[in-house]
């Protein structure tokens, strides 16, 4: 959810979508086709761009929310899981699954070094 637009981004996994949905009625206004097995979505407010993990696809789709259209598509690494953005310096963490590494990206492409997570359960 963008609060600044009042904006849901909605994972459509089945469908390879993204649905886009207003806040104020509920309905939804687009969908928008990412990249294979769209598992999770990331609003960053500051700058509308929202970050698409596309699990089955091994990547992440960017979408700019004000055209509600994919920027770019950024190969990372197997089975991304999860993604999330820092508001303040709009780079995404994309948890992926298959290697389990967190990867760094920006609007086009994601930044070296990986961060490596322990196959170790915590708790």
Not at 105 to 122: E, H, L, N
């Amino acid at each position: 959810m963008n609060p600044s637009t009042n904006v849901a981004y909605v994972a459509n996994y089945d469908r390879d979508t993204v649905s886009v949905i207003d806040g104020k009625t509920n309905a939804v206004i687009g969908n928008i086709k990412v990249g294979k097995g769209p598992s999770a979505v990331s609003v960053n407010p500051s700058t509308n761009i929202a970050y698409v993990s596309n699990f089955d696809g091994d990547t992440v789709s960017v979408i700019d929310g004000k055209t509600n259209t994919v920027t770019p598509t950024i190969p990372v690494s197997q089975y991304p899981s999860a993604v999330s953005v820092n508001p303040s310096t709009n780079i995404a963490y994309v948890a992926n699954r298959g290697d389990n590494t967190v990867k760094r990206c920006k609007i086009r492409s994601c930044i070296r070094p990986w961060i490596a997570t322990s196959r170790k359960k915590v708790g």
